[in-house]
């Protein structure tokens, strides 16, 4: 069953072991902040985003390599 959202997809990713449980909790709220930039939901908080940007970084580089090295087995 795919995911319902983009913030459920890394936790299906996680049950196929694509990623492991904790990448996958650490990525689960980039869905979110994702959702208010790309729509605008109320007001954003600069602060909030920048501070982000660096965890957000690591997350997804880790996302990367975790699903290619299961793509790969």
Known sequence: MPP???TDSFTAA??????????????????GLRNALIHEYGDIDDALVHASI???????????AAVNKWLDS
């Open 4 to 6: 319902a959202d983009y």
């Open 14 to 31: 996680a049950r196929i072991g694509a990623i492991d449980a904790e990448l996958a909790a650490r990525l689960k709220p980039s869905g």
């Open 54 to 64: 660096p965890l957000a970084l690591d997350g997804f580089k880790r996302y990367i």
